[in-house]
């Protein structure tokens, strides 16, 4: 690029900026997923953070960690805003006195309380699934992120977003089925209300843990916000098993329009995802069972593995490096044991769980 173009481009960038320009998940756009770090400077993360989300969930780089607890989710009826932002529909849940707030618990919290702020909604169209993570590469149709701020540490999403320990990420996949579950047709019927960008609609009550699939498995790792600024300081849980809808119902999803309703144009919310990115060697985490026998059904090739209890070999050193990383951001005392062992992983069953979905 020469350096005429490039100072045109810095213009340009300044010029949308001042505009308060409308960042896109389009990756062929100006403001796409590659502009996101060059659009504002509390963006840089989104172009060289190395803890950056979503990701691929590989079966092989599991490891089992038996002292993570379940997750659990307040059963609570909520009162929320449903809007479409232009770039995705998100459920604001509220937190004033009227309703309690929805708080998650356990998982791999350390204890910590995390406030439900929203719900975060990534679609694809036609051929193009739209879930932000993959899962052994296959993508699905839509992803359910339920995102929380640490209600013990900090006062507000937006500072927590920026704050160690500051955030925590439910992923909820979802898949095509003959029918759709409950609390996500609820969500669906109202997409009719927000066909438009600023569009809004009251939702007088939603449960949010009905949107969880019934299984207590899950996956767990460290990564980011999925759209600008990218921020580091989420703690993602991937929940083990889908939740489903219908076609038919999936195809309203599709509808959700970027322009606002006094200027009409025909350009889809969906596909809303960012790609996925490296893993950096990063711990993933998880309570499924890897040393249960492999069963007849499970019959797919098993990867050659490093890991040995308390020690590492051959190919090994990017994971010591990411065990040192993780005791390094997380443990409250200087001489605090890591909470798990790395364990010799002869077979793993959690390939089959993963296959499940």
């Known amino acids: 690029m020469s350096p005429a173009s490039f100072g045109l481009l810095l213009y340009l960038i300044a010029t949308c900026l001042a505009d308060d ?65 232009g770039q995705m529909p998100r459920v604001r849940i509220g937190n004033n006195h009227k309703k309690p707030a929805v708080n998650m618990t356990g998982g791999p919290f350390n204890g910590y309380r995390y406030r439900l702020q929203r719900i975060d909604i990534h ?16 993508r699905f149709p839509m992803e359910l992120q339920l995102l929380a701020y640490n209600s013990d540490l900090y006062t507000n999403f937006s500072s927590a977003s920026k704050s160690p320990h500051g955030i925590a990420g439910i992923s909820i996949l979802v898949d095509i089925g003959s029918e759709t579950t409950e609390e996500l047709l609820k969500l669906t019927i109202a997409t009719s209300s927000i066909m438009y960008r600023k569009q809004r609609q009251i939702l007088t009550e939603i449960e949010p843990w009905k949107l969880l699939p019934y299984t207590r498995d899950y996956v767990t790792y460290e990564g980011s916000m999925t759209s600008p600024g990218c921020e580091e300081t989420v703690l993602w849980i991937i ?10 119902h999936y195809f309203e999803w599709e509808k959700l329009l970027k322009s606002p309703v006094n200027q009409p144009q025909d350009e889809t919310l969906a596909p809303n995802f960012r790609q996925t990115h490296p893993f950096h060697a990063r711990l993933l985490r998880t309570n499924i069972n890897h040393k249960r026998k492999q069963t007849a059904e499970c019959k797919m090739p098993l990867p050659k593995m490093f890991y040995k209890t308390r020690g590492i070999t051959e190919d ?6 990411a065990v040192n990383h993780h ?4 443990a409250r005392h200087h001489n605090e044991e890591l909470p798990f062992d790395v364990h010799s992983l002869d077979s793993l069953d959690s390939v089959q769980e993963l296959s499940k979905f």
Request: glycine letters at 8%.
């Open 21 to 85: 320009y409308q960042w896109t998940y389009d990756e062929e756009a100006f403001g796409g997923p590659s502009f996101w770090g060059l659009l504002n400077k509390d963006w840089v993360m989104c172009k060289s953070g190395r803890l950056q989300s979503p990701i691929d969930i590989r079966p092989e780089y599991l490891l089992f960690d038996p002292n993570i607890k379940p997750v659990h989710l307040d059963r609570i009826n909520a009162m929320a805003e449903f809007v479409n932002t």
């Open 123 to 138: 679609m694809g169209k036609g051929d193009v699934n739209g879930s932000e993570h993959t899962i052994n590469g296959k």
């Open 239 to 248: 929940i083990n098993q889908p939740i489903h809808i219908a076609k038919e």
């Open 316 to 321: 090994g050193e990017e994971i010591r490096k």
């Open 327 to 330: 005791k390094r951001r997380h």
